[in-house]
DNA sequence: TTGCTTTCCGCCCACGATTGCAATACCATT
DNA sequence: AATGGTATTGCAATCGTGGGCGGAAAGCAA
């Protein structure tokens, strides 16, 4: 049905060959001859066909996108924010997307990425979600080109991408000591075992340590994922002795519900207690007062991931040059601080 | 580097087709002979190369998505569910996914498009967004199974799978009557140009007339993108002289403003004013109190959309049985009514 | 005329899998 | 021993593209 290079070639009244060396620029071929060619591709709508292409190129000109299907309702719209930054780099350079979400029962995780790569049915791999371990072996073995994104790294050992959580922190900490506050308090963002958990647990108490001059382990409650996780590690913080005068929450919904509870208990946010949230989604913007937000770059990561991940399947990045790209986070001001 | 058929049959001592025959089960295969197979296959971690396969099978095996990139940021989780419905669908049947967003800079979107068929890297077209329109006769006149999803169908003209906001609407005015609600309001979540938002005031207008015996164009503001739409018409309807006790919002967003407006000019929600938001997303949960929303099962729209699109292609419903599916709308309660 | 370059063609192989065909090997039943 | 059925094989073609090679044709300059 669809027209083939020979109908191409028919149509321009040319060989095939010529046709092939005019669209891939292999060879001289005459401007006239070129532009009656283009005519026939235009015309009949002509676009090599991709399976034929790629059993001859060994290259399929996709990128597989593997994520872990986790529940959190909430990370969606950061992650459709990761996607569209992948896409869009992608699409600039002729590449296509080749999407798999998988559940986190890591058996049927680990095999379908390995599929990806067994089929060859893309160029590299993007991966993201925590529960994708096991199966890196084989595609560093095989030098098959991935990275690793918004995801723990494993340094040495794997490229990836992420944003930096450390100095996120770091800087919600430095923005609220710039407003006059001492007493500041850290609600994680769930445990520590997390990475990114851990992360701005780390920059929190760097920039406390620096800018405050001691970092006090009571003022550190540790979030979850709860519907109502920060509710009563608020109270909690509020009542210590020698209060804190600001809060920063380890991710928005947990802010949320911070500066409902600290209203509730009579405290003005952000006169009385000052909050600050993580990864600037709509809950920020759309809480009442709005809350100040620690912005994720998500769109950049993904664009910065494709990039690296096609660095990698051209050459022009060594297997054993391992990189490691960290985005800086950036605070967004509202009225809760 | 990666092993191929004949690298299998070397290792299980038998022929090339027959390994063939024991995948594809299109011949007689010894049980004993199937087992060495399998066993030089898993020893090998043979998966058959999909360009290859896909040249002489002419199927790809993929689904190729496009999505009308717009800006709307609160569309993000939804169009997530979505697409993990979507992606759910074809991996349980052994579909991948062929992502691509594009601006909705209409050329590029239909060139795009139109590629992923001329280049016969899909076996089919799931799309997605107001903005493709142009491109489909090509699609239709080659016979090339597509389906359009979660925007305004073309009656007989192509497959589509939407959900039923006409009935989103007219539920929620019935459970509101259910509430002793008689003067009920609605703000539309934009202009009646978008199809969504027309069939959502249909819903409403046929409910009103249905159940509580007059519909009153009074009761109606249009909505719109606008940060803070529903600000201003939650003032303007709760000021008129027999003024509504019920607001219907076309989205949460909107919801939340009009929970925050009337709460600003004194009435109490639920008890003065009731609202019901639309789409069921973290802002209704979040808000407080939080907010009555209908629920789009946009999962399920995926699910049925892929499934729909893999009949189509295994030729199991044929091409000029147009199906439109209309998924129901549920009202998921909360403290706001 | 000769020599040289540019442009083009035809031919052929390769890529990895599927599949039809004809042939053979094996086994059990009669 | 003959028959029939099942299991397996080799061979070859096919899918659409890419690309190497040698050669042919055409144009141009000396």
Same mark, same amino acid.
């Given at each position: 049905?669809?027209?083939?290079?020979?109908d191409?070639?028919r149509?321009?009244?040319?060989?095939?060959?010529?046709?092939?060396?005019?669209?891939?620029?292999?060879?001289?071929v005459?401007?006239?001859?070129?532009?009656?060619?283009?005519?026939?591709?235009?015309?009949?709508?002509?676009?090599?066909?991709?399976?034929?292409?790629g059993?001859?190129t060994?290259?399929?000109?996709?990128?597989?996108?593997?994520?872990?299907?986790?529940? /959190?309702?909430?990370?969606?719209?950061?992650?459709?924010?990761?996607?569209?930054g992948?896409?869009?780099?992608?699409?600039?350079?002729?590449?296509?997307?080749?999407?798999?979400?998988?559940?986190?029962?890591?058996?049927?995780?680990a095999?379908?990425l390995?599929?990806?790569y067994?089929?060859?049915?893309?160029?590299?791999?993007?991966?993201?979600?925590?529960?994708?371990?096991?199966?890196?072996?084989?595609?560093?073995?095989? &030098?098959?080109?991935?990275?690793?994104?918004?995801?723990?790294?494993?340094?040495?050992?794997?490229?990836?991408?992420?944003?930096?959580?450390?100095?996120?922190?770091?800087?919600?900490?430095?923005?609220?000591?710039?407003?006059?506050h001492?007493?500041?308090?850290?609600?994680?963002?769930?445990?520590?075992?997390?990475?990114?958990?851990?992360?701005?647990?780390n920059?929190?108490?760097l920039?406390?340590?620096?800018?405050?001059?001691?970092?006090?382990?009571?003022l550190?409650?540790?979030?979850?994922?709860?519907?109502?996780?920060?509710y009563?590690?608020?109270?909690?913080?509020?009542?210590?002795?020698? &209060?804190?005068?600001?809060?920063?929450?380890?991710r928005?919904?947990?802010?949320?519900r911070v500066?409902?509870?600290?209203?509730?208990?009579?405290?003005?946010?952000?006169? /009385?207690?000052?909050?600050?949230g993580?990864?600037?989604?709509v809950?920020?913007?759309?809480?009442?007062?709005?809350?100040?937000?620690?912005?994720?770059?998500? &769109?950049?990561?993904?664009?910065e991931?494709?990039?690296?991940?096609?660095?990698?399947?051209?050459?022009?990045?060594?297997?054993?040059?391992?990189?490691?790209?960290?985005?800086?986070?950036?605070?967004?001001?509202?009225?809760?601080?």
């Amino acid at each position: 049905m669809a027209a083939t290079i020979r109908d191409v070639a028919r149509e321009a009244g040319v060989a095939v060959c010529t046709v092939s060396f005019a669209m891939n620029g292999s060879a001289h071929v005459a401007e006239a001859t070129k532009k009656r060619i283009f005519e026939a591709i235009e015309k009949l709508n002509y676009r090599p066909n991709q399976s034929a292409r790629g059993l001859v190129t060994k290259k399929t000109n996709n990128i597989g996108l593997v994520v872990e299907d986790t529940v /959190d309702g909430l990370e969606n719209s950061i992650l459709l924010d990761v996607i569209k930054g992948l896409g869009q780099a992608t699409g600039d350079n002729n590449y296509d997307l080749l999407l798999s979400f998988q559940k986190p029962s890591t058996s049927k995780l680990a095999d379908h990425l390995l599929d990806v790569y067994r089929k060859q049915s893309a160029d590299g791999l993007i991966l993201m979600g925590a529960a994708i371990n096991q199966p890196f072996d084989e595609l560093i073995k095989n &030098r098959f080109p991935f990275v690793l994104l918004g995801r723990p790294a494993i340094p040495g050992l794997c490229h990836s991408v992420n944003a930096d959580n450390e100095q996120g922190a770091y800087e919600a900490v430095k923005y609220l000591v710039g407003k006059g506050h001492r007493r500041i308090a850290l609600i994680t963002p769930c445990t520590l075992e997390v990475d990114a958990s851990l992360d701005r647990y780390n920059g929190y108490r760097l920039a406390m340590e620096e800018f405050v001059g001691r970092f006090d382990e009571q003022l550190v409650a540790i979030g979850s994922f709860e519907q109502d996780s920060g509710y009563a590690e608020t109270e909690k913080l509020l009542s210590l002795k020698d &209060r804190p005068t600001a809060i920063i929450a380890g991710r928005d919904v947990i802010a949320s519900r911070v500066v409902e509870r600290a209203q509730e208990l009579g405290y003005a946010v952000p006169d /009385d207690v000052a909050v600050i949230g993580f990864d600037n989604t709509v809950v920020s913007q759309l809480a009442r007062p709005s809350i100040t937000s620690i912005e994720l770059p998500m &769109r950049q990561m993904g664009l910065e991931a494709a990039k690296l991940l096609m660095k990698l399947i051209d050459g022009e990045i060594g297997f054993d040059d391992i990189q490691t790209i960290v985005l800086p986070c950036t605070v967004c001001e509202r009225e809760s601080t």
